[in-house]
């Protein structure tokens, strides 16, 4: 058999401590022979939180002589029940009905399940006596619809005929409840599947044959593809020869792309300038700058 957990002083689980400690001496009583070793045995379990303060008293309190009066002169059959009604008097509930009408008006579901919350609802309910009154059974209903979750109390909301008593709310709430649940774990079960079967498939396995041809080039690729412009004035990239600042470089420029480019350059550069003269302009413009400083630039339209 366990031994008692140990004891802070709390309110909430004084009782429960109490009935421990009894349970366990109850069933072992070989160990506990006199009184002063229960006495000692119980208080070693109350050296944590507010109980240590009720230890360090009740060590002072066993050597006086009212110690002796009241436990060891004791008529009573078992005088450690005297040292468990000192534990309630000190940490137990004063008033166990006001307590437990103030839990029942307060208590809420949260993540408990339909069970659990029924179990916890039903002990405060008993405690609070609302059943012993002549309208405890409304309140009862009443309290129980406040404490459900929401979606639970729509989803009895919309039972035809609603259950008059508490005992049937109970049932009804822990089967639906139930229901709930066991959906929820379906539609993660289902979730966690789909997936993998998307991969298994065969069909998905692979992508239709150059679907990537079809797709719209993007900008960037567009960009990179095209071929930088280029003046055929001054040589140099990023602009055309109507827009360069150097006119006086126009003929001899062009002169020296004319022989220095294939057919299929001579062919754009006609196509460009648009001369009808131009196989005889680059012969022409060759010997007159051999003989004048100043360009003719009569056979020539620079402009693209």
């Not at 208590?107 to 309910?125: A, N, Y």
């Amino acid at each position: 058999m366990a031994t008692p957990p140990l004891y802070d002083g709390s309110m909430a689980t004084c009782k429960a401590f109490i009935n421990a400690c009894r349970l366990y001496i109850s069933a072992k009583p070989h160990k506990f022979t006199i009184l002063q070793v229960k006495i000692m045995w119980v208080l070693g379990f109350m050296q944590t939180g507010m109980a240590q303060l009720f230890w360090d008293q009740f060590m002072g309190y066993m050597n006086s002589p009212a110690f002796r009066t009241q436990y060891l002169e004791s008529n009573k059959l078992d005088p450690i029940k005297l040292l468990y009604a000192d534990i309630y008097k000190a940490f137990g509930n004063p008033n166990k009905q006001v307590t437990a009408i103030q839990e029942i008006t307060t208590i809420k579901q949260g993540m408990k399940t339909g069970k659990e919350h029924i179990q916890s609802f039903f002990f405060f309910f008993l405690n609070s006596k609302c059943y012993l009154l002549g309208y405890g059974k409304m309140v009862g209903i009443h309290e129980f619809k406040r404490s459900l979750n929401s979606p639970l109390l729509d989803k009895i909301m919309v039972v035809p005929d609603l259950p008059t008593t508490l005992e049937k709310w109970y049932n009804l709430a822990v089967h639906l409840d139930r229901q709930w649940r066991q959906a929820i774990a379906e539609k993660k079960s289902w979730d966690q599947t789909q997936p993998l079967n998307r991969t298994n498939n065969p069909d998905n396995q692979f992508e239709t044959p150059l679907s990537w041809l079809t797709r719209d080039p993007n900008a960037m690729d567009v960009d990179c593809n095209r071929s930088q412009c280029q003046c055929y004035n001054c040589g140099q990239v990023g602009h055309f020869a109507c827009n360069c600042t150097q006119p006086c470089c126009q003929q001899t420029r062009l002169v020296e792309v004319w022989n220095s480019s294939t057919e299929a350059k001579q062919e754009e550069l006609r196509r460009m300038m648009g001369a009808g003269n131009v196989d005889a302009a680059p012969e022409e413009s060759t010997t007159h700058q051999a003989s004048t400083s100043m360009p003719n630039t009569q056979h020539f339209w620079f402009h693209q």
